[in-house]
């Protein structure tokens, strides 16, 4: 009994995070890091890059260049803007591409031709910076329950302060420590199958059962017939053994 209270029912992140079971006062703060809400020309998902590369990341070099959303996040994103504060951020190293009011104006853009400015998301919520230290500042004065970035550095930086840190990317780092890894943003939400357990199929326990019953009730008809056999065998026996001391008396 004492173990059974101190085993917790785990959330999964959909529960906690799309359909919005977490018990609490205020809604939960999830940040998320640009490529992995926009399809961004060399964006990092999927993919490993070295620190000199992760460095030189830009939203886009063109300002002309649409930034849509992703097709497979869509779907999670609009549920989760109707339950959490949703914050979107951009690396933009200083002095290059557009500036943070374009980037921001093409993400509003992107977002509500999207349906997720109509689920919830907040305009003031995208927020840019020009590093990888300045995203893992921006986690760190946010505070969300969730933080997903496809650079490890970040979130490594925070992983003591955020509930759940997780890494996406399409192969995961030797040390993760206690940041969490997905294969993808859509994988990390996606509910794991359960494992069959044959034993508990109706179909094995009526067998079982039937099989146990049949067992018994041979056991049971062969026990009976013993003893009336036996009885039968001693009557005559006590019956002739009394009458031969009656007549010797």
Not at 40 to 59: L, N, P, S, W
Not at 111 to 133: D, N, W, Y
Request: charge should be positive.
């Amino acid at each position: 009994a004492g173990s059974r209270r101190k085993r917790k029912y785990q959330l999964t992140p959909y529960q906690k995070y799309v359909e919005g079971k977490v018990h609490s006062a205020s809604r939960p703060k999830v940040l998320l890091a640009a490529q992995l809400v926009f399809d961004i020309e060399g964006g990092a998902q999927g993919q490993h890059k070295d620190q000199d590369a992760a460095a030189a990341d830009t939203t886009a070099t063109d300002e002309k260049k649409e930034t849509p959303v992703r097709g497979s996040v869509a779907p999670i994103l609009t549920r989760m803007c109707g339950l959490c504060d949703v914050f979107i951020v951009f690396k933009q190293p200083a002095d290059e591409g557009p500036s943070d009011s374009d980037i921001q104006k093409r993400a509003t853009k992107a977002l509500e031709a999207a349906g997720l400015m109509q689920a919830g998301f907040k305009p003031h919520r995208i927020v840019v910076c020009s590093s990888t230290a300045g995203k893992a500042h921006i986690a760190r004065h946010l505070l969300p329950s969730l933080y997903m970035d496809d650079e490890h550095m970040p979130l490594k930086m925070v992983r003591q302060y955020i509930a759940d840190t997780v890494l996406v990317s399409a192969s995961s780092p030797s040390e993760l420590g206690k940041v969490r890894h997905a294969k993808s943003f859509a994988a990390f939400f996606t509910p794991k199958p359960k494992q069959p357990t044959p034993i508990n199929k109706p179909e094995a326990l009526l067998e079982t059962k039937a099989a146990a019953g049949t067992a018994a009730n041979t056991s049971r008809k062969s026990s009976l017939n013993f003893s009336s056999n036996t009885e039968l065998r001693r009557r005559p026996v006590n019956s002739g053994v009394g009458t031969t001391h009656a007549a010797r008396g």
